[in-house]
């Protein structure tokens, strides 16, 4: 049944009015009665000193996790199985050594937005280089992606147009983002509690559908029934014969390009890092520890559905639901399983996926305010610019960007790609000199801008000749590389994580010889302000980095 009953309708509404109640009250008593505080950009961006640690850690995972995961997700848990879970273990692991190494070097140096580091480190070009690209990157990559895939599965849901549901989730996402980091902080506590609940719903249900086609009960059962019944969709490390394997290429996702994902995202952008930018360095570590502890939890949520899905799939249990235009679309995979959720527990989940979209659109709507802002309005277009004024320009950009993701986003095939593999490939081409830029700048004082710029844009360039070169040497007569391997077409390709891999490292060797070749003929670099005492943290961080790091062996040594 592809609509919402009443009794679905009333939760849903219960989870906006909590939403959009919480986030009213947080905002005034932020601004006060005179409105005083409302004028402070740094308040408005960044909630400088106000949000806490289960509030930074809450709001990491509620933009972190939206449709593309929610649906994307269990798209490639429905095609990949369990291995498509890297990306959220390793992240975990990652978030731990963000808030260790990368956290301690912005906050001492006051950094506010990436570009700002960039300029701060480099120079005024590399900064506004890369503020130009991350504005067009989060909003025809991010943002589009996260408002039309979110849109289909709400529409798939609840029976309303796909078109109306985009329009809404687009408003709904304005009117929390209009707030300022602050309310999107705290009101994110709100959208990951609804978002876990409801995601554990549906999880239960799916699990609970496979114990009972096999006579059984029970979600436990139901997972054992899924490993037995489809075992090949219980292993982390995929062998090279795996038609998978150029999604996930072995042990890269433990040993190549997956840390480059992973590193650049949790600890390069400004989407994510923004949360923990306003905090002091406790209080933001502690956050980055809860949403790793968080992160581990994730896969159940979106990943098993998707599993479960295949599985009553192949059973005939999903026959024409999983098809669109009479081809199978692992896409739908979530989607369906919502929608045969019983009254009242569907309204949950539909609130749970809202929310995750929500949050997301709203994080990333106020990143890309908070780069043009401070970046290139206060710097380029007015550097007179009161805080008022930057409040207000601000408030623009996030309407601006947000119709601009409206306008695009049916018009980028984004359902077609696969909406997970989508932003991983196009993000993937700038990743590796992205992050050399930042790896180098953070600890070799000696990185010279002009190596910077190499980076960026050649580790660009480098990426689009590495994606096309082994199909090229097989036309061309010549034997296709050895780590390539033929996609569905037959078109041979490197995995766009060893792609990564190998482009990351090229970046690395010509930034160090043209920073050497530079510095040694006199050019003077701008080092960062940074001390080992910075990167020491406390016993209750070490400990629950060091649970994390026995969880994650556990796992990847069970499902190898």
């Known amino acids: 049944m592809h609509q919402l009953a009443t009794l679905d309708y009333i939760v849903f509404f219960i989870y906006f009015l909590i939403v959009a109640g919480y986030g009213i009250w947080i905002y005034r008593r932020k601004t006060g009665h005179d409105g005083t505080i ?29 449709a593309e995961q929610m649906v994307g997700m269990s798209a490639s848990g429905f095609k990949i199985g369990l291995a498509i879970a890297t990306y959220e273990w390793m992240a975990a692991l990652t978030l731990i050594i963000v808030a260790v190494f990368f ?102 249900l799916a699990l609970n559908l496979v114990a009972e086609h096999y006579g059984q009960s029970g979600v436990l059962n139901g997972f054992s029934l899924m490993t037995e019944q489809a075992n090949e969709h ?164 996030v309407v601006v960007a947000v119709l601009l993701g409206v306008l695009i986003a049916p018009f980028l095939g984004i359902d077609k790609k696969g909406g997970f593999q989508f932003i991983q490939e196009y993000t993937g081409f700038v990743s590796p000199g992205i992050f050399a830029m930042f790896i180098l700048g953070f600890f070799w004082k000696r990185a010279t801008s002009a190596a910077a710029l190499f980076a960026t844009i050649g580790g660009f360039l480098l990426s689009i000749f590495f994606k096309f070169l082994p199909n090229f040497a097989d036309l061309s007569g010549l034997a296709p590389f050895g780590f390539s391997v033929p996609n569905a077409a037959g078109v041979y390709e490197i995995p766009f994580l060893d792609r990564m891999g190998f482009v990351f490292v090229i970046c690395i060797i010509a930034m160090i010889l043209i920073s050497v070749l530079q510095t040694s003929r006199g050019v003077k670099t701008n080092g960062l302000e940074v001390d080992a005492s910075m990167f020491k943290p406390n016993r209750g961080f ?15 040594t069970i499902y190898w």
């Open 38 to 66: 409302e004028g402070d950009s740094k308040d408005y961006f960044l909630a400088e000193g106000s949000l806490t640690w289960w509030a930074i850690g809450s709001s990491l995972i509620a933009s972190n996790i939206s």
């Open 103 to 204: 956290i301690p070097v912005y906050l001492k140096n006051k950094i506010a937005t990436m570009p700002q580091f960039l300029h701060q480190r480099y120079n005024g070009t590399v900064a506004m280089i890369m503020a130009i690209f991350w504005l067009m990157l989060y909003i025809v990559v991010n943002l589009t992606s996260i408002l039309y895939l979110g849109a289909i599965a709400v529409s798939s849901v609840s029976g309303l147009g796909l078109n109306f549901c985009m329009y809404a989730l687009a408003a709904f996402a304005i009117i929390i983002t209009l707030g300022g980091m602050k309310v999107i902080g705290f009101t994110d506590v709100i959208q990951v509690f609804f978002l876990i609940l409801g995601g554990l719903a549906t999880t239960y």
């Open 234 to 397: 219980f292993h982390m490390i995929l062998d090279r014969k795996n038609e998978n394997y150029l999604d996930l290429p072995g042990l890269t996702v433990l040993l190549g390009g997956m840390w480059i994902v992973n590193l650049n995202y949790w600890g390069c952008n400004q989407y994510i890092t923004q949360r923990a930018l306003g905090a002091d360095l406790p209080t933001a570590r502690n956050g980055l520890l809860f949403a790793a502890f968080l992160k581990l939890f994730m896969p159940v949520i979106v990943v098993l559905p998707g599993i479960a899905a295949f599985i009553l799939y192949k059973e005939n249990i999903f026959g024409a639901e999983m098809m669109q235009d009479g081809e199978l679309n692992p896409d739908r995979a979530y989607p369906v399983l919502l929608n045969i959720l019983p009254v009242g527990l569907k309204g949950l989940s539909f609130a749970a996926l809202t929310a995750a979209v929500v949050a997301s659109l709203a994080g990333k709507a106020n990143s890309i305010a908070t780069i043009f802002t401070l970046d290139i309005y206060k710097k380029v277009l007015n550097t007179e610019a009161s805080e008022k004024r930057l409040v207000s320009v601000g408030k623009i950009a």
């Open 542 to 556: 070490a400990i629950g980095s060091m649970i994390i790091i026995v969880i994650l062996t556990a796992l990847y």
